[in-house]
């Protein structure tokens, strides 16, 4: 009787929870695109990369608590080994701080330029494959389907500060908002969230964000060295905001992926239009979780909520992609530089992007595909 009622309330708790998330709009499209993959995919076979060995990156909802857990307990066990980075970065302590090193140093580049997309591809890829290399992690990285907690994502199985979450909210302190800057009013100004403070509940909770920050939202101590890279530890705030949220529910991601056709615009429209008052889903994420270093331009992969927001981002280009594979997985538009800031030539395919001495420069070409990208080893899709 006993398991019975287990078995019972299981089965009732995977039932509300299919209730409680519907696929979307966007699940649906990419839903309805994976016979163009698997066309495409017969008509230019990828060696050892086929649609069914593909691996399944899950949506955070979708994993189990017990394999939520898996993923943030190899998170923490990535913090807890030494840095690769400490002698260009006196304040990297861990393998975690490594990545938040390495996008420190390459921002300007990787942002508003060619380099984005493929760029944080193959970073999300790096840091995946090591928690499953260096921390023993079975599973794949996980995504936010930021529409599934846009209305209340400090009360929901991201943030609610559970064992199975990524990490509560911050305590609350007061604070004026998120300065949008180029933007008009009353855009220039994201209202506060429900937080700011230390985080103080879940995984995270002890951990420390030891480099930073260089362009902080919030109000935070200042690094000892001017490229932030020195060790300024302190701990995670958040100020989860759903102010931020509201521009990532799916009509607008549905829209970004479908009404933008060439890679330019799809890119534009993602990473914001903040002259004319559009945050877009790029940072309407980010300041989802916004406080120290998540709010920072150059810091923000030191709260490891970045790392499911960029692998939905990842999932957003796929879906786009696999609308037109001819003619995408070879689209790449913009300068080398940010927002073509110095003046650069547009880049292309055999450009290079590496991940400092993380990882070797490769051609933009290379990282154009999930399937059979990186010499075949990209090889998933999105679940
Ligand atoms: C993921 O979860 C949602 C509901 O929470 C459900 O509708 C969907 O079928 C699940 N997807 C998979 C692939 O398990
Ligand atoms: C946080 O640190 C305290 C004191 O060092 C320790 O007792 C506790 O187990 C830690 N909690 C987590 C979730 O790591
Ligand atoms: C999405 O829906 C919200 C709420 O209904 C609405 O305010 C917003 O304008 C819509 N955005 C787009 C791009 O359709
Ligand atoms: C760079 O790209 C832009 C827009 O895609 C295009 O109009 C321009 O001609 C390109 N410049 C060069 C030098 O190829
Ligand atoms: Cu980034």
């Excluded at 007061?174 to 300065?179: D, K, S, V």
């Excluded at 937080?195 to 362009?215: I, R, Y």
């Excluded at 450009?351 to 990282?367: F, M, N, P």
């Amino acid at each position: 009787m006993v398991q019975f009622t287990t078995w019972a309330t299981a089965f009732l708790v995977g039932l509300a929870a299919a209730a409680e998330y519907p696929p979307d709009v966007v699940d649906k499209l990419a839903e309805s695109s994976l016979p163009k993959l698997k066309e495409y995919l017969e008509k230019n076979p990828q060696g050892s990369c086929t649609y069914e060995t593909a691996v399944k990156r899950r949506e955070w909802s979708n994993l189990s608590v017990q394999e939520r857990k898996d993923y943030t307990d190899a998170v923490l066990c990535l913090m807890s080994k030494p840095a690769l980075t400490s002698a260009q970065a006196p304040g990297a302590k861990s393998r975690f701080d490594d990545y938040v090193v390495i996008h420190i140093q390459q921002t300007p580049r990787n942002h508003g330029s060619t380099f984005f997309l493929p760029w944080h591809r193959y970073y999300v890829w790096h840091y995946e494959n090591a928690l499953r290399t260096e921390c023993n992690y079975k599973g794949y990285q996980p995504y936010w389907n930021w529409d599934r907690y846009a209305k209340d994502p400090a009360n929901s199985p991201l943030f609610d500060g559970s064992e199975g979450s990524m990490g509560g909210n911050g305590a609350k302190v007061t604070h004026q908002g998120i300065p949008i800057p180029g933007a008009p009013s009353p855009y220039n100004m994201i209202p506060p969230g429900s937080g700011g403070g230390c985080v103080t509940t879940g995984p995270f909770k002890n951990m420390s964000v030891n480099v930073g920050p260089l362009a902080p939202s919030l109000q935070t101590t200042r690094n000892p060295q001017s490229d932030g890279l020195g060790y300024n530890p302190r701990c995670l705030r958040r100020d989860v905001n759903k102010n931020a949220a509201a521009v990532t529910t799916a009509n607008y991601t549905y829209d970004l992926i479908t009404a933008n056709k060439e890679i330019y615009w799809f890119q534009t429209v993602m990473e914001g239009q903040f002259p004319q008052g559009k945050w877009g889903v790029h940072a309407g994420g980010h300041y989802t979780v916004s406080g120290d270093p998540a709010g920072d331009f150059y810091v923000s992969p030191g709260d490891p909520m970045f790392w499911l927001h960029h692998t939905m981002i990842d999932r957003v280009w796929w879906i786009w992609q696999m609308q037109d594979l001819e003619k995408r997985l070879t689209q790449v538009s913009m300068t080398r530089t940010m927002n073509n800031f110095p003046p650069s030539a547009n880049g292309t395919l055999d450009d290079l992007s590496g991940l400092g001495v993380l990882a070797e420069d490769v051609k933009v070409r290379e990282l154009m595909s999930t399937m059979g990208g990186l010499g075949g080893k990209f090889c998933y899709v999105y679940d």
